[in-house]
């Protein structure tokens, strides 16, 4: 019985004082929180009736400023979907508002904003 109370005895006093310094310590920089936007690309009215010629070169641009929204991590996922529906794309956006997501996901391209598709945002965690 005495040799219980002894361990009791010598765990309260090791393990109080090592909760109350990790209790205590103060945190050296808060968490950085990241929001994200997701973006889906829809076809719009223009998706059928752009030449072939003009739609190639429009993907092309679409293509490097998706390269350059990877590279320099405004979006960190992004591609086509596979199916055969009015959503022609999706962009996960690092972007703190809808607005900024809206702007990122349009682009300096016509493609988006310009008719032949149009753009979805929202907040995504």
Known sequence: ?????????????????????????KRKSAPK?????????????KWETTAAAERSKILQQHLAN???????GKAVIAGPMGDDTDVAGIFILRARSQDLGRRRSCGKVRTVCGGDASVVVRRYF
Not at 33 to 45: D, I, N, R, S, Y
Not at 66 to 72: A, I, T
């Open 66 to 72: 998706v390269l350059s929204m990877l590279d320099s």
């Open 33 to 45: 929180l990241v929001q994200f936007h997701m973006a889906l690309l829809k076809k719009g009215p």
């Open 1 to 25: 019985m005495h040799f219980k109370f002894s361990r009791l005895i010598l765990f309260l006093l090791i393990f109080l004082p090592a909760t109350w310094l990790f209790a205590n310590e």
